[in-house]
């Protein structure tokens, strides 16, 4: 088997006929080379190590309904799968820059793309965060691009490494930056932020009933959370006679690990000031798409897509979410809680600077 950078190595050995750990999935790992196996995961109905299946991806290309020649943002790239839809129906011509915090995977897409046959030049990494599109945009000299997505939250192949102590089901560091070049960890966020603070995080991003409890059990032993394990554990500590594998412990544990998440990463505000920016950066007519996977996500998306419709910023805006359809839901339970909306930029002038600031009022109030 072979490493990131192609060197010949030793596979892991591990117990039993089938490897258990992110690190002893090694076929699963490569799967060009292992095909046949990976298909057998898939048909599963589960993600192979390493990668990620990219959802409502028919949806998003009926929504951006990308042409040959047109300048795309991919905001949030992962594993490229939207990615590599549109590249191929932006060709020739066209250009995509894909956005991605995380500095572990952008270059792994980077080169899976270029395997996949995507020319040089075509596709442009862009290691930063969504939230500066507009000085990204203006860098590279566009008046505006043509399509944008955003798909957000976290990628399989995140959660999957246990190294990035995004999953309670996983032992490791608890870490859960998307950006690793940078940042404080969950581990340091929890021993800064008081009980409060975090009983009101786990209420807001988690709508936890039992926000409170949790919030008193972590702080109990705060400077001592290490790993997801401890994490997993003090939150567990919270109700009288817990078990890690009843199924709404493993929900109520989800939840507050997606609602730590998404303060350690600062989502929301990077959110925010993405949806603020989106206008000033899109040519007129351009089609915007938008996948969230959070109640908090799509609240803040859809209230800034009416807004700027209602601003004349946004020609027409998605009424409802688009969901994945049914048998996408049932070959890939991550798709349940998509949902899609869409925009289309009006023919007014684009804004820039102050008439941005605007836009943000507008959407922040
Ligand atoms: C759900 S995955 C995207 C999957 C991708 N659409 C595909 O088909 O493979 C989300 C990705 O966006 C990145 N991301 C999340 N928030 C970001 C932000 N504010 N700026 C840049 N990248 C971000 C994450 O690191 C992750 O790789």
């Known amino acids: 088997m072979s490493d990131d950078a192609g060197r010949h190595v030793r596979r892991k050995r591990y117990r039993g006929n089938h490897p258990r750990s992110f690190s002893e999935k090694y076929k699963e790992r490569n799967p060009e080379a292992y095909r046949g196996d990976v298909e057998k995961v898939l048909a599963r109905g589960d993600t ?51 956005f991605d915090l995380d500095s572990d995977e952008l270059p792994r897409t980077a080169r899976r793309l270029a395997d996949a046959g995507i020319p040089e030049g075509a596709f442009v990494p862009v290691h930063a965060n969504f939230s500066r599109l507009a000085e990204v945009v203006e860098d590279a000299g566009l008046a505006g691009v043509d399509l944008f997505l955003a798909d957000l939250g976290v990628s399989s192949m995140q959660i999957d490494d246990p190294d990035r102590g995004f999953s309670f089901k996983r032992r490791g560091p608890l870490d859960m930056r998307m950006d690793r070049e940078g940042g404080e960890s969950a581990r340091d966020y929890l021993a800064r932020i008081g009980e409060g603070a975090l009983c009101d995080i786990l209420k807001a ?52 690990f997606q609602a730590i998440r998404i303060e350690v990463n600062g989502e929301f505000a990077s959110l925010d000031r993405l949806l603020a920016d989106l206008p000033s950066c899109l040519k007129a007519g351009a089609r915007a798409a938008i996948l969230c996977f959070h109640s908090g996500e799509d609240r803040r998306v859809e209230a800034a897509f009416r807004s700027g419709l209602e601003a004349g910023l946004y ?43 605007r836009s943000r009022n507008i959407h922040s109030a």
């Open 205 to 256: 991003n988690a709508d936890e009933s039992a926000a409170a409890e949790i919030a008193r059990a972590v702080s109990l032993r705060r400077g001592a959370l290490a790993t997801t394990r401890d994490l997993a554990e003090a939150i567990l500590s919270a109700f009288p006679s817990p078990s890690f594998k009843d199924p709404a412990m493993q929900r109520t544990l989800r939840r507050a």
């Open 315 to 357: 020609a027409s805006v998605a009424q409802e979410p688009i969901r994945a359809s049914r048998e996408e839901q049932y070959g890939n339970p991550r798709s349940t809680s998509a949902k899609l909306r869409w925009a289309v930029r009006s023919a007014s002038p684009a804004i820039r600077s102050a008439d941005a600031e």
């Open 48 to 98: 192979p190590a390493g990668s990620h299946r990219s959802i409502c991806v028919k949806e998003v290309l009926e929504a951006l309904c990308p042409k040959p020649g047109e300048i795309v943002v991919d905001a949030t790239l992962g594993y490229g799968g939207h990615a590599r839809e549109l590249l191929r129906a932006v060709l020739p011509g066209g250009r995509l820059f894909g």
